[in-house]
């Protein structure tokens, strides 16, 4: 569906993008994550054609962005982080428009354009001119656009920027419902909304692809899951003993719970196994009654910044310098890259 081919952007010294390479499958929603100044907007504007790489190229559904732009783009729709409104218009006004540069068929234009607007209900202020609307109801003419002519692939930079509560809500349902017949590139600085939306996860620093994988497959991949339970028992000791003697537990904690007689133990697994079944039978056999067990998982806000927790040196670009948030055309970006 879409294949990065070791990708270099480079703004005078700046290495903006580090020979990153991936691969996009059809059908899932991806996350790209990265702190402000890691790459992402730069990666998202050469995929779709807005900017040229330096080295490296971009495969569209087997069209290069570069050599075939046309064929290549047929297949996108992109939300950038500021949508490209024409703020004089209307709603309607900038989709039919934005029909017209996207050359659909004349006949089907008004359908088309009527469908996005009921699927991102923002067919009651249709009439209305843009630059009256609510910074959340502009969100929402930019990702109108995105999906007008229904591509196969919407890449979305921060699609919930200023929306509200319920809006964010509306929008997640919309973009898990487009995932039934799109592929989806999400960029977000909200990781809970990336936890719960997205499939599999790509996480880029200073320019590098460092982890890719899903929430889950990362969890494992950095920590393993700690197994939590709730024992009745009044000795510490033998408890220990208990958990220690499962086959491939490893680091046994045991401290006294709230209530009387119980034990919480925490048990790290070796090698990422899945224990729970072991230390189920483990119990049962001993007769040690088992009040709760639950894995103890990792957030993702967690394993975002474990790979991301380490800061540029003073004067060279990074996450919070100003010379890294200068973006393509030289304005000052405050997302990234």
């Avoid at 995929?47 to 290549?72: C, F, S």
């Avoid at 196969?152 to 973009?175: A, C, F, N, S, W």
């Amino acid at each position: 569906m879409i294949e990065v081919r070791d990708l270099v952007k480079r703004y005078g010294d700046h290495l903006a993008v580090d020979h990153l390479s991936f691969r996009v499958e059809k059908g899932q929603i991806y996350g790209f994550l990265g702190p402000n100044g890691a790459g992402k907007t730069t990666t998202m504007n050469i995929m779709t054609g807005y900017i040229g790489p330096t080295e490296g190229e971009v495969i569209i559904n087997g069209h290069n962005i570069l050599d075939e732009p046309e064929e290549a783009k047929r297949s996108i729709g992109y939300l950038p982080e500021l949508p490209p409104l024409y703020t004089d218009m209307t709603p309607r006004e900038y989709l039919n428009f934005a029909a017209e540069l996207k050359s659909l068929d004349p006949g089907e234009l008004e359908e088309s354009v009527q469908k996005v607007m009921k699927l991102t209900k923002i067919d009651d202020v249709q009439d209305r001119l843009i630059k009256n609307l609510s910074k959340g109801y502009r969100q929402r003419v930019g990702l109108a656009q995105a999906i007008l002519g229904m591509p196969e692939i919407l890449i979305l930079d921060e699609p919930t920027v200023g929306l509200d509560p319920k809006q964010i809500l509306e929008i997640r349902e919309l973009i898990r419902s487009l995932s039934k017949e799109h592929t989806i590139i999400l960029s977000s600085h909200i990781l809970s909304e990336v936890s719960e939306v997205c499939d599999r996860v790509l996480i880029i620093h200073h320019g590098r692809l460092i982890a890719t994988g899903s929430p889950g497959e990362l969890e494992r991949q950095l920590k393993g899951t700690t197994i939590e339970l709730t024992v009745k028992s009044d000795d510490i000791a033998a408890v220990q003993k208990l958990f220690e003697s499962v086959e491939g537990a490893g680091r046994v904690t045991c401290t006294p719970a709230g209530a009387e007689n119980e034990i919480s133990v925490a048990v790290d697994p070796k090698d990422n196994l899945d224990l729970r079944e072991a230390l189920f039978r483990a119990c049962a056999k001993a007769d040690c009654p088992l009040l709760m067990m639950r894995p103890s998982g990792v957030s993702l806000e967690s394993i975002f910044l474990e790979l991301t927790s380490d800061r540029a040196a003073p004067g060279e670009p990074g996450e919070n310098s100003t010379e890294a948030e200068v973006e393509d055309d030289g304005t000052k970006d405050g997302d990234d890259e």
